[in-house]
């Protein structure tokens, strides 16, 4: 098969490792009302669950990024889905509650390898008019492992056969990673001048815009399925139905969203304007709470798709802003500001739907979105100074070197 057309293999081959991840991250709230029952939990210790695999995210997403831009993409994919694999096996048999957080922390630093390695993948096959579809593709297997999992796991019987179940998803991620997954065939190098991704203050601003997006779209999905079981009478199943209608759709939007910044070749300009619609639709489900459902439903529909739609496009413009021998580390890094964000959002947002009440809850929410739409704000005008010198990709270096 050609270069030009195995980006395409490499680019599922990524995206399956993305949703083998996904489904583990995102199955946790789907198994909220069994981990709450089966431990006795308090509200926020279910969320402490929720984030206990987002905290092994964050401790190891920037030193699987910086060993996948030394030694490439396919040996850390592999090693960190197989050390996933392992541990929810463990969490799947372990006898307590402070021993499953273990084991979930655990299988969040091992599949956390995906993240930035087949991203970097992703940046090294596509063009500048095609990166953000393509990390489009990729970052949908997010709602749709999301939504996997909201279809599948309650209908298991029970939490630890919904991990194991999670464990083989991983070592099927892992065997693909290992057979499928190449190196770019050349990558360039980032301009002399410019700062690694870690003291890069464009990246650190671009993190923690996204971090205030992730806030929202971490709490909204996080607890959709107890606040329609809790508050709105739904069953486990049908909140769980509910989720993967909002992931799929949340899906459908990355590709939208990835589109049109390809067509503008911008990143940063849609991401603001996710932002302020996001926050105008977080106000309005606030105020519905109460709501009959014809009225709360498509409006909380909206919000959690809008609220999904951003995610390709903060790593794509992560990755051109710190260029591609350092994509893996710029992605990772953003992802770990992401995932500490995401981390927090549920045992926060646990804590004031305790303290004060699902309207408010969603309301201070809502501010989230919203000021991440203020903090980007430099970054818009950053972007269209540096579009002057686009990344090229080695299809793009070849192109251009054929007479």
Same mark, same amino acid.
């Given at each position: 098969?050609?270069?030009?057309r195995?980006r ?6 990524? $995206?399956?490792?993305?949703?083998a ?6 199955g946790?709230?789907v ?6 029952d @089966? %431990? ?7 969320? !402490?669950? %929720? ?18 831009d030394?030694i ?21 048999a ?5 021993t499953i957080?273990? *084991?979930?922390?655990?299988? /969040? $630093? ?9 991203g970097?993948?992703?940046?090294g ?6 990166? /953000?579809?393509?990390? =489009? ?28 179940v999670l464990?083989?998803? =991983? ?5 693909a990673a $290992? ?10 190098s ?8 870690t ?18 779209? &971490?709490?909204?999905? *996080?607890?959709?399925?107890?606040f !329609?079981?809790? @508050? ?7 909140a769980?139905?509910?989720?993967a209608?909002i992931?799929?759709a /949340?899906?459908?939007?990355?590709? +939208?969203? &990835? ?6 070749e ?12 996001? &926050?105008? #639709?977080?106000?309005?489900t ?13 409006? #909380?529909?909206a919000a959690?798709?809008?609220a999904?739609?951003?995610n390709? !496009?903060?790593f ?5 802003i ?6 893996g ?5 953003q992802?770990t500001?992401?995932?500490?964000? *995401?981390?927090?959002?549920?045992v926060?947002?646990?804590? !004031? ?8 809850a969603?309301? +201070?929410m ?13 970054? @818009?005008?950053? @972007?269209e ?11 793009e270096?070849?192109e251009?070197?054929?007479?």
């Amino acid at each position: 098969m050609t270069a030009p057309r195995y980006r395409w293999v490499v680019l599922a081959a990524g $995206a399956l490792g993305m949703l083998a991840v996904s489904a583990a991250r995102q199955g946790l709230p789907v198994l909220g009302p069994q981990l709450r029952d @089966e %431990f006795g939990l308090s509200l926020p210790e279910v969320g !402490l669950a %929720f984030a206990a695999f987002n905290v092994g995210i964050v401790v190891a997403l920037v030193p699987w990024g910086a060993l996948s831009d030394r030694i490439g993409e396919r040996p850390v994919m592999t090693v960190g889905l197989v050390g996933m694999t392992a541990a929810l096996l463990a969490a799947a048999a372990s006898p307590s509650f402070g021993t499953i957080l273990a *084991g979930l922390t655990v299988a /969040g $630093a091992c599949g956390a390898s995906a993240t930035g390695a087949s991203g970097r993948a992703v940046m090294g096959w596509f063009g500048r008019r095609e990166r /953000g579809f393509a990390l =489009g593709i990729r970052q949908t297997a997010v709602p749709l492992g999301g939504a996997l999992a909201a279809l599948t796991l309650p209908h298991l019987g029970s939490l630890r056969a919904a991990l194991i179940v999670l464990a083989a998803l =991983g070592l099927g991620a892992a065997i693909a990673a $290992a057979t499928l997954m190449r190196d770019p065939v050349r990558t360039e190098s980032p301009p002399d001048d410019a700062p690694p991704p870690t003291r890069d203050r464009r990246i650190w601003r671009l993190g923690w815009g996204s971090a205030l997006l992730v806030v929202a779209q &971490g709490s909204l999905l *996080g607890f959709l399925v107890l606040f !329609l079981h809790d @508050e709105r009478g739904f069953s486990p199943a049908a909140a769980g139905a509910a989720l993967a209608a909002i992931q799929l759709a /949340g899906a459908a939007s990355r590709l +939208v969203a &990835g589109r049109f910044s390809d067509r503008r070749e911008r990143r940063v300009a849609p991401m603001r304007a996710v932002a302020l619609t996001d &926050g105008a #639709l977080l106000l309005v489900t606030a105020t519905l709470v109460t709501a009959p459902g014809a009225v709360l439903y498509p409006v #909380l529909f909206a919000a959690g798709t809008v609220a999904m739609s951003w995610n390709g !496009l903060s790593f794509t413009a992560a990755a051109e802003i710190s260029g591609l021998a350092r994509a893996g580390t710029a992605m990772s890094l953003q992802n770990t500001i992401i995932s500490a964000a *995401g981390a927090a959002a549920p045992v926060g947002f646990g804590a !004031l739907v305790a303290l004060t009440s699902w309207p408010a809850a969603y309301a +201070v929410m809502a501010l989230s979105p919203l000021a991440a739409w203020l903090v980007l704000a430099p970054l @818009e005008r950053e @972007e269209e100074r540096r579009a002057c010198n686009p990344v090229s990709s080695p299809r793009e270096l070849m192109e251009h070197a054929t007479p």
